[in-house]
């Protein structure tokens, strides 16, 4: 790889704008147009962004029991 690439992508994630993108270099038309092939959708702020999936933690259930995750948790008669 050269030591100043032509033209380059960089990736971050952020909860907010799920995948972002942004384009530089000399010619940074070409990664532009290789992040709109790819379906990413322009921002205000000059970036490019594509929705990515629902990576909230899970959160427990309020009807599990211990008894259900831990045999031993089960009250003896």
Not at 17 to 46: C, P, S, V
Not at 54 to 72: E, F
């Amino acid at each position: 790889m050269p030591p100043n690439p032509l033209a380059e992508i960089r990736l971050a994630y952020s909860r907010a704008a799920a995948l972002a993108a942004i384009a530089h270099g000399e010619q940074y038309q070409w990664a532009n147009a290789a992040l709109d092939q790819a379906g990413f959708t322009k921002r205000d702020d000059g970036s490019d962004s594509m929705p990515g999936p629902d990576v909230r933690p899970a959160l427990p259930s309020r009807t599990t029991s211990p008894a259900y995750h831990d045999p031993s948790a089960v009250p003896r008669r």
